[in-house]
């Protein structure tokens, strides 16, 4: 039986706008997938779209971060890891042929390398799989796809190719569930963060190695920080990632809002915008580059920062990886005896000799004198290769931010510190944002200026600007324009670069009858104008109101005691006619006004 033999066919018919024609299958589609959480999810949502794209039957794809071979749980295989299979293959089963493996003679095929391979950019239009990879799918019955760089479809598609967009959607959004173990101790977390009665802001740094790197934002840290960064921006720097030069200039870079807002800065103008300081912050993303040093200024300005770790124990963890084998790391070579330094010496002093001898050996290195990160830093421009433990621990990563992509796609508040990635793509922020704006556009997402922020900030330490009610309503003004405005920016400079950061309109309609809500035209900013259909009818307004009054706590009382000092506060208390103003100020600014 040659290797085009056994592939199977299915025929079926539109039955419904919701499922896209399905035609003959012409082959297997296998994908191959690197990276972190968030392009893996973006691979993901594009292979479906592709395999639709040239009516091919997908093989479940395979994420190279979960194979065996990384030293996770046998009981788990590569996207099972992750994700729910079955899940998966339900959802979309009126939409693609989904199998989990390759039939027998193909894998053979595969394993002796006679299948072609296409090691796809994220920019691949479809053009390209018509034309390119549709012919070789014809003739050989499987093509294999590489993707490595978070996507292997173009983001915006043709108005004709609309309805592979909310393809997109269903995948990500409907058919991507995670297995069951994630979902219950993501339940279990989002259960004690609500347990005291208040909603709480999810907070994701952003603050990555590679994010600092691409960037230039090395000179923000501390020297062992700063030289990681370089070290990092030199290797990308080589391999054509980034261009420019080694040396940036870290503070403009910061005050052009290409780096990372501090945890310090978004503690500053959460509690300028009035949130008490008891509110709960929820810290997605586990450890933030730079250290904990960094978050000790948040900690000083919120009283309840709370993380994944400290809302679940190292049981309910273990358990999420599963049966894990133990490895144990070799004993550390002891240095030299005094007798082999003796042979050497002897060695060097043997006559006659007939042949000029190579040069001596090399020192050997120790682990006690490459222990750390200076070790290779000095000793090379590449970095170590990973230890199983490492590449173990960059599994597990999956899982953490699974658990809090769950966490943040539900919180009351969510506030990003960056929204990019490592290679200047929109990162896990981004995808969160898409997500919360494609399940409810009314919910509570700040993308703040990191511009704008930086200077408000930087005004306020080098006294420039007082805390007074001025600058207050700078800052509220800011945090609420963003509400409109955020969702307006993202649909010029993350879309075009990932669809999922930004899935509307194609994947909405408008169920409101009045589209202008508190000065702003949220319709058209959205640029939704497909109305829902009937079954989807609900009270829009009440559901508005209701999301009001759940909102979190807003402390006008901070201002005197957390900004202005403590001399103020007897000032301040039962000035009836301050809160009037106040009330005043912000009724304006709803309403649109210039001050």
């Not at 006679?114 to 239009?125: F, G």
């Not at 279990?188 to 709480?200: A, D, E, V, Y």
């Amino acid at each position: 039986m040659g290797p085009g033999e056994g592939v199977g066919f299915s025929v079926s018919t539109c039955k419904s706008s919701r499922t896209l024609c399905r035609l003959q299958s012409t082959g297997f589609l296998f994908v191959r997938i690197r990276g972190g959480f968030h392009e893996i999810r973006n691979a993901i949502s594009d292979a479906v779209a592709v395999a639709r794209l040239i009516n091919a039957t997908l093989v479940i794809p395979e994420i190279l971060s979960t194979t065996s071979s990384k030293g996770i749980s046998s009981e788990f295989k590569s996207f099972a890891y992750l994700y729910n299979e079955d899940q998966f293959m339900a959802a979309l089963a009126k939409d693609v042929n989904i199998i989990k493996t390759l039939p027998k003679n193909l894998k053979e095929a595969r394993r002796k390398k006679k299948i072609p391979l296409y090691r796809v950019p994220s920019s691949a239009s479809p053009y390209f799989y018509r034309h390119q990879v549709l012919p070789m799918l014809r003739k050989h019955s499987v093509v294999e796809l590489v993707v490595s760089d978070g996507g292997c479809l173009q983001s915006n598609l043709h108005p004709d190719l609309e309805e592979y967009q909310r393809l997109r959607c269903r995948v990500a959004f409907h058919a991507l569930q995670f297995r069951q173990e994630v979902q219950e101790l993501a339940t279990k977390i989002l259960r004690r963060l609500r347990s005291p009665g208040r909603p709480f802001i999810a907070y994701e740094p952003g603050m990555t190695r590679e994010a600092l790197a691409y960037y230039g934002c090395a000179e923000l840290f501390q020297d062992v920080h700063t030289e990681l960064i370089q070290h990092k921006r030199s290797w990308m720097l080589k391999r054509g990632i980034v261009k420019g030069k080694l040396s940036v200039d870290s503070a403009q870079q910061r005050l052009n809002g290409s780096c990372p807002l501090m945890p310090e800065e978004i503690g500053i103008i959460l509690r300028a915008y009035g949130y008490r300081s008891d509110s709960v912050i929820y810290i997605s993303g586990g450890e933030v580059f730079g250290g904990q040093r960094l978050l000790i200024p948040l900690h000083a300005i919120f009283d309840n920062v709370v993380d994944r770790t400290s809302l679940s124990t190292s049981y309910e963890l273990t358990r999420l990886y599963g049966r894990e084998s133990n490895f144990v790391d070799p004993p550390p070579r002891p240095p030299p005896s005094v007798v082999e330094e003796r042979k050497l010496e002897a060695w060097k002093k043997t006559v006659p000799r007939p042949r000029p001898l190579p040069p001596p050996p090399a020192r050997s290195k120790y682990p006690h004198n490459i222990e750390g990160w200076w070790g290779w830093v000095a000793e090379s421009d590449n970095e170590p290769d990973s230890t199983v433990m490492e590449l173990r621990t960059n599994a597990h990563k999956l899982l953490w931010e699974a658990i809090d992509y769950i966490v943040c796609v539900e919180a009351d508040v969510f506030i990003p510190g960056f929204d990019r990635d490592g290679k200047g793509r929109p990162n896990f922020a981004s995808l969160v944002m898409g997500h919360r704006l494609y399940q409810s556009a009314a919910s509570v997402t700040y993308r703040p200026d990191r511009k704008e922020v930086a200077k408000f900030v930087d005004d306020l330490r080098e006294g420039m600007q007082p805390a007074n009610r001025t600058w207050l309503s700078s800052i509220r003004k800011h945090l609420r324009r963003t509400l409109v405005d955020g969702p307006m920016e993202a649909f010029n400079t993350s879309k075009p670069l990932s669809f999922l950061s930004h899935p509307v309109p194609e994947c909405s309609c408008w169920r409101g009858k009045d589209s202008v809500s508190a000065g702003f035209n949220h319709q058209a900013a959205l640029k939704v104008w497909q109305s829902c259909p009937s079954w989807m009818g609900v009270n829009v307004n009440s559901k508005l109101k209701e999301k009001e009054s759940d909102d979190l706590d807003v402390d006008d009382g901070f201002i005197s005691s957390f900004f202005f000092g403590r001399g103020m506060e007897n000032q301040g208390a039962g000035n009836n006619a301050g809160k009037e103003e106040t009330h005043l100020d912000d009724q304006e600014e709803l309403e649109g006004g210039e001050r």
